[in-house]
């Protein structure tokens, strides 16, 4: 059961989104994939007047596609939410200047969900939103199981980390400090290019692959150099398909993402990769 202290310091972390009135029953826009799975689980239904138009997509949908189906959607244009009369309009952190500030100049409340880079910040958002909606003991339920999820997703002590790389289009990994990058060590596997200094979105060199392969390479997509011919070489390293909509959003997805990672890694472990 939340606290009343709980309560106030939720409400209290609301204070980096100037405007955003904090009342039970508030009408909500959510113009990104990550908050439309947080407020799926923390507003009421009919909270939620929209969701992103991402969330139908399955290739980026963090929603479970009968779940999206429910609710209506937009391509999040100015002239979309205005017709929705929401109190608040969620985006995220990447949401170009020029309509954050036309949001502001309607009157319009705007609240931006943070890059979630790792667990932590993803938590935090969870009770942000849930605070917003007015429910902040959702919140603290959805953190409870995710926590949860993440304990019981983790290796058994002493196992030795498996070195693997998620290799997106283009070339590009999951580097240092990703909330990806998290997810497989806490999972038990070592996120080779992070531990050789690469970032979030460096492009990591099929040359290099070759070179010093991972124990296991997770493909994102149907890029061609993800399935170059070289690859066969390394007949000692698995080779799967990480799905693309476990890339992008925390929150619930944190779920999803450690229990798939965990079932690969103990499909491993039985087949004798150590």
């Known amino acids: 059961m939340i606290t009343a202290r709980a309560c106030l310091l939720l409400l209290a972390a609301l204070a980096g989104w100037p405007g955003v009135a904090v009342a039970a029953g508030l009408r909500l826009v959510s113009l990104n994939p990550c908050s439309d799975a947080i407020l799926v689980e923390v507003a009421d239904p009919d909270q ?22 429910r609710f209506a959607s937009t391509h999040g244009t100015i002239e979309e939410v205005i017709a929705l009369h929401p109190d608040v309009v969620i985006d995220g952190a990447f949401a170009a200047p020029a309509t954050v500030a036309a949001y502001r100049r309607l009157g319009l409340r705007l609240a931006l969900l943070g890059t979630q880079h790792d667990v932590a910040g993803s938590l935090e ?8 909606a007015g429910h902040p003991e959702r919140g603290e339920a959805l953190v409870r199981r995710i926590t949860a999820a993440l304990d019981a997703a983790a290796p058994p002590p002493g196992t030795a980390p498996v070195a693997a790389m998620v290799w997106e289009w283009g070339g590009m990994v999951v580097g240092r400090d990703t909330l990806t990058g998290e997810l497989l060590e806490r999972t038990g596997f070592a996120n080779l290019p992070a531990r050789q200094g690469y970032g979030q979105a460096a492009i990591y060199p099929i040359e290099r692959v070759l070179a010093h392969p991972p124990q296991v390479i997770l493909t994102v997509g149907n890029d061609r150099m993800l399935h170059h011919p070289a ?17 992008y959003c925390g929150g619930p997805s944190i779920i999803t993402s450690v229990q798939w990672l965990a079932q690969l890694r103990d499909r491993l472990r039985h087949a004798g990769l150590r």
Do not use: G, K
């Open 48 to 69: 939620i007047l929209a969701i992103s138009a991402y969330s139908r997509d399955r290739a980026s949908s963090s929603l479970a596609p009968q779940v999206a189906a």
């Open 125 to 132: 958002d969870v009770r942000r939103l849930a605070a917003i």
């Open 231 to 247: 690859l066969a070489a390394l007949r000692q390293t698995v080779h799967a398909e990480f799905p693309s909509n476990l890339l």
